[in-house]
């Protein structure tokens, strides 16, 4: 079945998370099916938009909603006077691409119009959930809740990218079904991509060095990582610390960012630590794949799309024992696990693998078979595939 997958990009030049599981995703499924990518767009994106994405074809335009807190009058006659034009662009999309089930990707309120659509044209619409709206749904407005609960209760088949977040999901909501759908990443095109040379604008590389990537808020655990660096450099000096995200300091930055870059710069180990900010994919994978090990100190997590990029380059992970590391990955050769919150755990696992260098990567190999296998983007393909046809066949 074709889908149209739907999701919403949170920053301009992303390195990973939804919207590289929503690229593979769509990349992975049969020739002969295909699958359309719809974008939310933010606010100035009003016009109506379509262009390539590699072989893919993509649409975006922002979905206006007619209540506005803000600006409540104002806000509804807006939504009045664009809304019949986004309606009939939007089924006009889904009749002419010939679009068989619609696919919402985490909790928006504008996925209330993609479910009204699906209805109107008769296809089915289902659901992927991704980690910190259902692991944090608690910290959502009443509003939003009532709202989200009564869309999940409504689509036609949930899943969850994680052990984690279906456990959560089955506690929040145990009368409502869903399923759990690994997120799949394709190896051959991770491993293509990290040969890439590395861009001019960078700065040279040290030899030794691990890295962390993610934007510096606060359940990222990147002044876990700082503190240990603090520690660990007193035995290893020459190893660095390479953090890709948003980068601290920046103007967009939290008071969390700058208060990671306080203490990076007050330390022993502030010439050791790198904030090369937010950079695509290209980019990413060519210093992943000379790293030492990959770092995610993470407080919570759904599963993020990182670990399998640096599962697929042969990189040991070392991440904090929270529950979807522990659940999937605690058996695992090549994936370390130290107790969360805790520096000195985190800078001893890293100097007792620098030590011995031949079982450092020996395991990083055994992690990229288990990715390979477990992991693949095929296999997702797949399993969403099921999830499809399933519910169109219940409809029929």
Known sequence: MKPLIVYHLMYENPTGGINAMVDTLASSMPQEIGAVLFRVGRWNESEWQSYKQGKLTCYNKRIRMPWDSSRFIRGFLGW???????????????RSEKIEVIHLHSLHDHQLIFWLLSRYVGIPCVITLHGSEILKFSQRSYY??????????????????????????????PNIAASCIYNGIDVSAIKKASQTPLAKTLPSLPASYCVLVGHVFSVKGHDIAVAAWHELVQKRPDLHLIIIGQK???????TFANEVLA????????????????????????ILKDAQALLIPSRSEGLPYVLLEGGALNKPVIASAIPPFINQFKEVAGCYLFAKEDPNALSNIILDLLDNPDE???AGKELGSVIQREFSAQQMANNYQKLYCQNFSQDN
Do not use: Y
């Not at 939003?144 to 990218?161: M, T, Y």
């Not at 601290?248 to 939290?254: H, L, Q, S, T, V």
């Not at 050791?272 to 994919?281: A, D, K, M, R, S």
């Open 263 to 286: 203490l990076a710069q007050n330390g022993k180990a502030c010439e050791n630590i790198h904030f090369l900010g937010i950079q695509p994919l290209e980019v990413l994978l060519p």
């Open 248 to 254: 601290a300091g920046d103007k967009e930055a939290g």
């Open 80 to 94: 009045l006077l664009e809304f019949p034009q986004t309606w009939r662009q939007l089924l006009h999309l889904i």
């Open 144 to 173: 939003a809740q009532r709202l989200n609960i009564w869309l999940l209760n409504r689509v036609d088949g949930i899943a969850c990218v994680s052990e984690q977040v279906f456990k959560a999901f089955n506690k929040l909501m």
């Open 360 to 362: 450092l990567c020996l």
